[in-house]
């Protein structure tokens, strides 16, 4: 009787753990169908094709703009101010007054000085015709002589003088900024503005180092400004035969139409490295890196049951220069390949895609 018990006990044990367990294989089973009928996972990206391309390798360097009509305007003798005829940011005509400093002192000096061989030169006349009838010696006219170049002599060292009080435009150009106003004094040497010509031309000045790239007279350069817009070509008019000793580079200066760039300005300048490449062109964001260098996704067709048409295919490639929106790669590419540009960055190998139409530029 006891024994059973027992029996029946365990069979009823069994039948409610088989039923259980058909539930939970029951249960297992319709999880397992939801989750295969869940779409796989897919990323949503915008393709660009890939272009053929050509490629110059460059090397941008640093350049400083030169007006080649530029000088600064300063004082050749010290002194009082009293005429300054064109304001700051004026156009002074060739050969105008641009600074002139108190020369009244000077002035008389001089006019005394040529009285005083107005005097001499009518004595010589005069002792010339008694000469001839030997009424004066040869020593007295000799002595008039000698004082009549002495004058002149000095009346041209207070010309000189007299020319050096007044600052005259050697060209037509803008004037700078300047600070100075009437009587103020100027020392020797004082700097008064700039004056800049109205030449559109520029030239730019940049050094070159050693076995980077050899650059002859008539080469072509672009030139940038310092946010990296292109600004245009310049021919290269001067190079320098010898490098310098402590930076090993050797300088070179080209020239170019730029009226916008001011004198002293700094700029970009590009130079040719090497021969023209045949290579391929990206959109920049198509790119990317892993541990094992750049690499982008091409867009290909994926196997007839695939839940979405295409997948991503990662193909290892070599940057070999760029632009501002543009890389110029090498690898396994051809032209026409559809890639991944928007959404790039999400994508992994053999990914399903889904593409966004129209948000890319080929």
């Given at each position: ?260 760039l001011r004198h002293g300005a ?15 062109s990206v959109p920049a964001r ?77």
């Open positions: 009787m006891k024994l059973r018990s027992w029996l029946i006990t365990g069979a009823a044990c069994l039948l409610v753990t088989a039923a259980l367990a058909g539930v939970k294989v029951l249960q297992i089973s319709e999880a397992m169908a939801l989750m295969e009928s869940f779409p796989p996972p897919s990323e949503a990206v915008t393709v660009a094709k890939a272009q053929a391309d050509t490629w110059e390798p460059s090397r941008l360097l640093s350049g400083t703009v030169r007006s080649p009509e530029h000088l600064l305007i300063s004082a050749e003798m010290a002194g009082r101010v009293v005429e300054l005829p064109f304001q700051s940011g004026e156009v002074v005509p060739e050969g105008a007054a641009v600074l002139v400093l108190f020369d009244d002192d000077i002035e008389a000096q001089r006019t005394a000085l040529q009285a005083d061989l107005n005097l001499v030169d009518t004595q010589l006349v005069r002792n010339r015709t008694l000469e001839a009838d030997s009424l004066i010696s040869q020593d007295q006219l000799d002595t008039l002589k000698a004082r009549s170049l002495s004058l002149k002599a000095q009346i041209a060292v207070l010309e000189a003088r007299l020319s050096r009080m007044t600052v005259r435009a050697p060209f037509e150009g803008t004037l700078g900024i300047y600070p100075q106003r009437l009587g103020d004094l100027m020392r020797f040497g004082e700097v008064l503005t700039t004056l800049t010509g109205l030449d559109p031309s520029r030239w730019v000045d940049f050094k070159v180092p050693q076995g980077l790239a050899e650059i002859r007279v008539g080469d072509t350069v672009q030139i940038r400004d310092i946010s990296g817009v292109e600004v245009g070509a310049a021919q290269v008019i001067a190079v320098s035969d010898a490098f310098a000793e402590g930076t090993r580079t050797y300088d070179v200066r080209a020239q170019l139409s730029a009226p916008d700094l700029v970009q300048v590009a130079i040719r490295t090497g021969p023209t490449e045949y290579l391929m198509s790119v990317r890196w892993d541990p094992q260098g750049p690499h982008t996704f091409v867009i290909v067709e994926a196997e007839a049951e695939a839940y979405l048409p295409h997948r991503a295919s990662l193909r290892r490639v070599e940057v070999r220069g760029e632009t501002a929106d543009r890389l110029y790669i090498r690898g396994e590419l051809n032209p026409g390949d559809r890639i991944a540009d928007q959404g790039a960055f999400k994508l992994q190998d053999e990914a399903l895609v889904q593409i966004q139409p129209g948000a890319s530029k080929e």
